[in-house]
DNA sequence: GGTGGGATTAGCT
DNA sequence: GCTAATCCCACCA
C-alpha cells in the first residue's frame, strides 16, 4: 500500500521516526527503482537555525511550507542533490539520508558507475543519483506513481538509534537524526 | 549587480 | 584527512 497523505500530517520527529523501515519507490520508464530507507533527519521551524526554513518562505525552500506528503527537492554545492519530505506542520521537512538497495539494483549501479551496493544509496546525493531524482522532482506528491513510499511492517522502537545531524553548521546540539541500528546502510561517519 | 556559503561526494595522499 | 568540482540563491548594496 502507498503511505497515505495522513501519514505525514504527524509531528516532524514522529514522521521522520515512522519513515524508517519504509520503501521509496521511483518508476522509470528504465524499470522500476527502490529501496528501504535506513537514515533520515528532522528539519524544524521557526526555532531550527540548520533549516533552510530558519529565515522563512523563499522562492528556494516554498515547498517546505507547501502540503504534507511532498517533494522539496534542492540543489546544493554545484552538483548534488537532496530529497526532503514535507511534513503537516509549516515549514518542517524531512531529510532523507540513506536506503538500502532493494529494487532495480543493477540500474542504480549503472547510474552511479559504481558496483558497490553498500555505496549505492548510503549519503542523500548519493539516492538522488540511484533513483534518477532531480530538480524536477520538487514538490512532487508522494502519494501517487510514479514517484511514492510504500508501506512497511513498523520497527521496534529499540532498532532505532539517534544522534546529532551530519554536515551543518548550525543547529549541531539537535538530537534529530534518526537510524536503523545495526543496518550497513546508513551513512556511518 | 556582486558575493559567499552550502543538509556533499569521490578520489587522492 | 584534504580538496576540487561547480552553481543556485539569499542577502547586501
Known amino acids: 500500500m502507498i503511505l497515505p497523505q495522513d501519514f505525514y500530517k504527524e509531528d516532524t520527529k514522529i514522521v ?13 520508464s528504465q524499470g522500476t527503482l527502490a529501496g528501504k530507507i535506513v537514515e533520515t533527519e528532522a528539519y524544524l521551524y521557526p526555532n531550527d537555525p540548520a533549516s533552510h526554513s530558519f529565515r522563512g518562505m523563499t522562492k528556494r525552500n516554498e515547498a517546505m511550507f507547501g502540503p504534507a506528503g511532498h517533494t522539496y527537492i534542492y540543489f546544493t554545492y554545484g552538483m548534488h542533490h537532496c530529497l526532503n519530505i514535507v511534513t503537516g506542520a509549516k515549514g518542517e521537512a524531512v531529510l532523507i539520508r540513506a536506503l538500502e538497495p532493494m529494487i532495480g539494483v543493477e540500474l542504480m549501479k549503472q547510474n552511479r558507475r559504481m558496483t558497490k551496493i553498500k555505496t549505492l544509496c548510503n549519503g542523500p546525493s548519493k539516492l538522488m543519483q540511484s533513483l534518477v531524482l532531480d530538480k524536477s522532482h520538487n514538490q512532487v506528491d508522494l502519494t501517487k506513481v510514479p514517484l ?29 537524526r534518526y537510524f536503523i541500528r545495526d543496518n550497513d546502510f546508513v551513512s556511518v561517519r
Open 148 to 176: 511514492y513510499i510504500m508501506d512497511q511492517p513498523s520497527l521496534d522502537e529499540s532498532q532505532i538509534g539517534t544522534s546529532f545531524r551530519i554536515g551543518i553548521s548550525k543547529g549541531k546540539d539537535l538530537p534529530l
Open 16 to 28: 521522520a521516526h515512522h519513515l524508517l523501515g519504509k520503501l521509496l519507490v521511483h518508476e522509470t
